[in-house]
C-alpha cells in the first residue's frame, strides 16, 4: 500500500500546479487509507506535527511552515462529512498547524447554522488559531473558497460569532474578524453599517485596535462612498469646498506614468474631516468606460480656510488584473465619497 500510495502522490508532480498537487495527495489519501474515515482522523491526528503557538508571537519569529499538510484539508473537505465527528475534532487540530477554513466550507454548505453554532463554541478558545478558525473558515467570500451564501438568520448567528472576537488580543485574529465583516458588507451593507455602529456606540471610547479593525472591516463601503458609513466614520458630506484637479499632462503613452495633483480649500466658516481620494474609469474593450476604480488618497482635519494639496503618481502599465486600452480615461476626485472634480486623460498605444 505504502508503495501504491507513493506512486499515486508522485504521478506527474512536475507537471502539476500547487492546487493540482493537493488534489493529488488527497484523491491517493481516499484511495489508499486502509480504515474508515472516523479512523483515518484519529491516526492523522494523532501524527501531526507540534501545534503553531497559541499565543501571538512577534513578527521577527515568525511560524513554523507545515505547508505539507494542505492535502490533508482537502481530504477532510472531500471525506469529512462521512464521519462528522471525528471530522470536526480533526479540522481542531489541522488549524492548530496549518488551516482548516477550507476543509470546513462543506460543512457550512450543508449545515449552515448548525455549522455556525459549532464554530462559534471556539470564539472562547485559548488558542488563538481556533479563536481565528471561528471567523476565517466562516468567511462567506474567502479568498480561492467557494462562495457561500448568507441568509438573514445566518447574518444574525455571523454577527453573534464575531462580536465574541471583535476585542480579541490577538491582532490575527481581529484581522480574520475585519475581513469577515467587509465579506459581509458587499452583501447585506445596510446591515453591516446598522452592526458595526450599534458596537461603536457601545465602545464610546474604542481603543486603537477596535478603530482599526472598523476601518479595515469598512474599506469596500468607504471605497463606494456609502453614505451611512461615511457618517459613522465621521466624514460627513462637505460643505463650500473648492477642488481643482490638474496632470502634468493630459496624453500619456501605454507604459509611461502621470502626475496628478488635487488642490483643496475650505471654503466654509468651520474645519471639515475629508477623506480625499480619486477614481479612474477605464475605457473598455468596446470603447465604453468601465466602473470607477478608487484609489486611496488621504485624510485631512482642513481648518476653515485652509488648503490641502495632493499630488500622487499613477502608472499606466498592463497588469494581469487590469487590462488597460487606449482612448480617454476619466479621473474624478471624491471627497468624502462625494464627487467633486473631474478630468480626463487620453491614452495612447505607442509605435
Known amino acids: ?112 447554522s448548525g455549522t455556525l453554532l459549532r464554530l462559534s463554541e471556539l470564539t472562547n478558545e485559548p488558542c488563538q488559531h481556533l479563536r481565528r478558525f471561528a471567523s476565517e473558515g466562516s468567511r462567506p467570500l474567502l479568498p480561492w473558497g467557494k462562495r457561500l451564501p448568507c441568509t438573514e438568520t445566518e447574518l444574525k448567528l455571523r454577527f453573534t460569532l464575531l462580536e465574541q472576537l471583535l476585542d480579541d488580543r490577538s491582532a490575527y485574529v481581529r484581522t480574520s474578524v475585519a475581513n469577515h465583516l467587509n465579506d459581509l458588507s458587499r452583501i447585506h451593507p445596510e446591515a453591516v453599517v446598522k452592526w458595526v455602529t450599534q458596537q461603536s456606540q457601545a465602545r464610546s471610547d474604542g481603543t486603537r485596535e477596535f478603530l482599526a479593525l472598523r476601518k479595515r472591516a469598512l474599506r469596500t463601503l468607504i471605497k463606494t462612498g456609502n453614505p451611512a458609513c461615511m457618517e459613522l466614520l465621521g466624514f460627513h458630506p462637505p460643505q463650500n469646498l473648492t ?15 502621470m502626475e496628478l495633483k488635487i488642490d483643496v480649500v475650505n471654503q466654509a466658516t468651520s474645519s471639515q474631516q475629508l477623506l480625499i481620494d480619486y477614481s479612474i474609469a477605464f475605457q473598455g474593450a468596446d470603447g465604453r468606460p468601465r466602473p470607477a476604480k478608487v484609489f486611496k488618497g488621504c485624510e485631512v482635519d482642513l481648518v476653515s480656510g485652509g488648503e490641502h494639496q495632493l499630488t500622487k503618481q499613477f502608472s499606466w502599465v498592463q497588469r494581469s488584473t487590469r487590462k488597460l486600452y487606449p482612448g480617454p480615461q476619466r479621473v474624478a476626485v471624491l471627497i468624502n465619497g462625494i464627487e467633486q472634480a473631474d478630468a480626463s486623460i487620453e491614452l495612447f498605444k505607442q509605435s
Open 1 to 112: 500500500p505504502r508503495k501504491a500510495f507513493l506512486a499515486e502522490c508522485l504521478r506527474d508532480l512536475d507537471e502539476l500546479a500547487f492546487s493540482q498537487r493537493i488534489q493529488q495527495f488527497a484523491r491517493a489519501l481516499q484511495t489508499h487509507l486502509p480504515c474508515s474515515v472516523a479512523d483515518a482522523c484519529h491516526q492523522l491526528a494523532a501524527n501531526l506535527p507540534p501545534a503553531l503557538s497559541p499565543e501571538p508571537v512577534p513578527e521577527s519569529e515568525g511560524w513554523q511552515s507545515y505547508d505539507f499538510l494542505w492535502p490533508l484539508g482537502q481530504w477532510i473537505a472531500e471525506e469529512g462529512q462521512a464521519a462528522p465527528e471525528a471530522a470536526w475534532t480533526f479540522m481542531k487540530a489541522l488549524t492548530q498547524r496549518l488551516t482548516a477554513e477550507f476543509a470546513v466550507r462543506p460543512f457550512l454548505e450543508a449545515d449552515p
Open 243 to 257: 477642488t481643482d484637479l490638474s496632470f502634468d499632462r493630459t496624453k500619456i503613452a501605454l507604459g509611461e506614468a
